[in-house]
């Protein structure tokens, strides 16, 4: 844990390519007396830029950006060794997107449908070391787990 995180400030960085979107976001991270937004991006250059500067403890990052997205950010993240838990905050369906988002390197993945809780919920534990998906996402990715084991069982025999 970083200094930072110890002192009980958790610095946020926002990827968002919607101002309107982005200020909501920063004001609900900004209610938290423990979190401050370390900075905003609306591209993946720019937020590579901002992650080296700022060092922040968590980003959260839309897939649609500006002149890229959200899922490359991810993986470039992961491509020069950068480790930041990241939250992918996405209006595109959970069920589509989320494993995607995953693999490239999230923590976790929440749709803009949910309410502005549950994104603080998914950073509250993205933060402590876990994964966060929605309880109906769990529940399909646990059951694809246990598919590929009856699977790989089946062909053993």
């Known amino acids: 844990m970083t200094s930072d995180v110890l002192k009980g400030t958790i610095k946020v960085l926002l990827v ?3 101002p309107m979107f982005r ?7 900004s209610r938290r007396r423990d979190m401050t937004v370390c900075g905003e991006a609306d591209n ?3 937020a590579l830029a901002l ?5 922040p403890q968590i980003a959260i990052v839309d897939l649609v950006l500006s ?3 959200g899922l490359d950010l991810l993986k470039g993240l992961k491509a020069r060794g950068i480790e930041i838990p990241s939250l992918v905050l996405s209006m595109h369906d959970e069920t589509l997107y989320a494993e995607r988002a995953l693999r490239a390197g999230a923590r976790g993945y929440v749709t803009k449908y949910e309410a502005s809780s549950e994104v603080t919920v998914a ?3 993205i933060l402590k070391g ?3 998906l929605s309880r109906h996402m769990s529940e399909r990715m646990v059951t694809l787990v246990q598919s590929a084991k009856t699977m790989a069982k089946s062909t053993l025999i």
Request: glycine share 0%.
């Open 16 to 18: 968002e390519d919607h």
């Open 23 to 29: 200020e909501r976001l920063a004001a609900v991270i």
């Open 44 to 46: 993946a250059n720019d």
């Open 123 to 125: 950073i509250d534990n």
């Open 130 to 132: 876990k994964i966060y």
């Open 67 to 69: 002149r890229s997205n």
């Open 51 to 55: 992650v080296e500067k700022t060092r």
